[in-house]
């Protein structure tokens, strides 16, 4: 087999990181990335800082074991509660989803009024108003769980009237506290972009933190002299810890490609 070089590790608590790694393959076409996707422990957007922490450090064991160069933490809730703990157990680079996401919302806000969705776990966390008031002191930030949307991103309810409804009822509060711009700040909502779009008006600018996310991949490898030399294809791997059937099938519409082979690993220790 040729030697296709380190892959970048990608992980997530299911399919919903599969937006992440949909982007980051786009940015970067040459780099392999293999993927885990924490179908047996899914959802983390309910679960206590504690769980979410240690469910994001059997991943980590799982992806690093594989030789990774580079770890990216897709999962949102992840991020906002692992983050600051992986970095100093790892000898590679570690990104979340969260400060390119806020990042990206600081630099394209008008009036520094920015809105912020995701799990429960997430907005609990205040990671995004944490991250966005580091970089920018005065901006005012109004967050909002919004957990029915990831049902309807893996049922494929993305479009009509009951999804219309579900975005009208989130999104009214920040929409009220006339808010600039939005961070989806889940795996998940870059599938419902267009009715969150059109539920917020032309006047709210939306972050998908998953292409924010790409960007802050790509400056890192290539600032670390990181990137894949080999020629030929890239190689990608799909790890899962539950049955590869539905992630198979749900992940093919958030990939937009189809997902094969699919590996069952064990994180029943982790
Ligand atoms: N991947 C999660 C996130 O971005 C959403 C799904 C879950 O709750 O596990 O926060």
């Known amino acids: 087999m040729a030697d296709r070089g380190p892959a970048i590790g990608i992980f997530d608590s299911g399919v919903g990181g599969l937006t992440v790694f949909a982007q980051v393959a786009q940015r970067l076409p040459a ?3 293999v993927y885990l996707g924490d179908t047996a422990r899914v959802p983390y957007g309910t679960k206590s800082g504690d769980t979410v922490l240690r469910y994001a450090i059997g991943c980590t064991d799982v ?5 990774i160069k580079m770890l990216v933490v897709a999962c949102n809730t992840a991020s906002a509660y692992a983050l600051d703990v992986l970095p100093e157990h790892l000898d590679m680079p570690v990104l979340g989803v969260i400060e390119p996401g806020a990042k990206r919302a600081v630099d394209l806000s008008r009036r520094g009024r920015i809105g912020v969705i995701g799990t429960a776990s997430t907005i609990a966390s205040r990671a995004y108003d944490k991250a966005i008031l580091r970089m920018a002191p005065n901006a005012k930030v109004f967050s909002k769980p919004c957990p029915l949307f990831v049902p309807l991103a893996e049922e494929g309810w993305v479009e009509g009237p009951v999804p219309r409804q579900v975005a009208a009822a989130y999104l009214d509060e920040l929409l009220q506290n006339d808010i600039d711009t939005l961070v989806l700040g889940c795996t998940h909502y870059p599938l419902l972009k267009d009715i969150i779009a059109e539920t917020a008006g ?3 600018v939306l972050v998908d ?3 924010a996310t790409s960007q802050a991949v790509a400056d890192t490898l290539a600032g670390l002299s990181l990137e894949r030399e ?3 294809p890239p190689e990608y791997s799909f790890l899962v810890t539950d049955a590869p059937g539905n992630f198979g099938r749900i992940g093919e519409r958030f990939l937009g490609r189809p997902i094969s082979p699919i ?3 064990d994180v029943s220790n982790a």
């Open 202 to 204: 032309t006047d709210v």
């Open 263 to 265: 590996e069952w690993v």
């Open 230 to 232: 080999q020629k030929g």
């Open 31 to 33: 780099e392999s990335i």
């Open 209 to 211: 933190s998953a292409e």
């Open 63 to 67: 992806l690093v074991a594989r030789g």
